[in-house]
């Protein structure tokens, strides 16, 4: 359920939103008949969300064809003319150089980088977020970039939902491996990105339906092992409503407060 403006959305308004990217139909329309719900003080908050959603799918995609490769955080790699390889395995945005710049360059020399799947997500969100403001504004804001994990992302909080359902296009989701193999504990899960039309990317694994997905990480299991993995009952999402305020301009504060959220990490 979607209400905005303390107005119910109704299904003759999905058109509307035509003009948010290719996959807003699909997006809004999900929304609409999710038994979750999504509140909006006006439109604008909710037209905000459905653009930066398309643009997740967009970002999703279009990092699964850049040529990235998967490493666990010891063999991280990044193209260091954009940024410092950090002890840990993060990618430090070197000084001097624009921080749209910098994650534009993972995508068109994607050859160079070598990453985990949660520092994927991050990607994906941060390249969706300067589709959906503009980049001075992101540059503006944004001129320390940390990849890592989830944490460490001052002006990109996230919110953990549960009971999410069939979850939303531009979900992050978690296929867990509750019972996965010692030697390859990197297949303990595998964080992904709804890209409607029931199809996910994850790192490392690629663009793939559920199933297919839960196939995959079957087959890292230890001896013996009786639970297959699983597609968990909840979503990793940006905090929309405080980026949207963000690309306003408003006040910054409030997203230092709602950085402070409890993230999930897996």
Same mark, same amino acid.
């Given at each position: ?8 959305? %109704? #299904?003759?308004?999905?058109? &509307? ?24 003080? &006006? ?21 699964? &064809? ?28 070197? %000084?001097?150089? /624009? ?35 503009? /980049? ?29 359902? /069939? ?16 030697? %390859? ?24 339906? #559920? ?16 639970? &297959? ?5 909840? #979503? ?31």
């Amino acid at each position: 359920m979607i209400i905005t403006s303390g107005q119910t959305f %109704t #299904a003759d308004m999905y058109g &509307s939103f035509a003009e948010s990217g290719r996959y807003a139909p699909v997006i809004i329309r999900m929304m609409a008949e999710s038994s979750e719900l999504f509140a909006y003080p &006006s439109r604008h908050e909710l037209t905000f969300e459905i653009k930066m959603r398309n643009e997740t799918i967009e970002a999703a995609r279009a990092l699964f &064809s850049s040529g990235v490769a998967f490493a666990t955080f010891y063999y991280s790699a990044c193209n260091e003319t954009f940024w410092n390889l950090t002890g840990d395995g993060g990618f430090e945005l070197r %000084t001097g150089i /624009q921080p749209s710049a910098a994650i534009d360059d993972i995508f068109q020399n994607g050859e160079a980088y070598a990453f985990e799947c949660a520092t994927a997500m991050m990607i994906v969100f941060y390249k969706a977020l300067i589709k959906t403001i503009s /980049q001075e504004r992101f540059n503006e804001v944004f001129q320390h970039l940390y990849l890592w994990d989830w944490q460490n992302h001052p002006f990109l909080p996230l919110k953990n939902a549960h009971h999410v359902g /069939q979850g939303i296009p531009g979900d992050v989701r978690y296929f867990k491996n509750p019972e996965v193999n010692p030697q %390859t504990p990197q297949w303990q899960g595998e964080n992904a990105v709804d890209l409607s039309n029931h199809l996910y990317y994850g790192h490392g694994i690629g663009t793939l339906s #559920a199933d297919q997905i839960i196939n995959e990480l079957n087959k890292y299991r230890r001896r013996g092992a009786e639970i &297959s993995a699983f597609l968990m009952n909840s #979503a990793t999402r940006p905090d929309y409503l405080s980026l949207s305020a963000l690309a306003d301009g408003s006040q910054m504060e409030g997203i230092r407060i709602a950085a402070g959220t409890s993230f999930y990490t897996f």
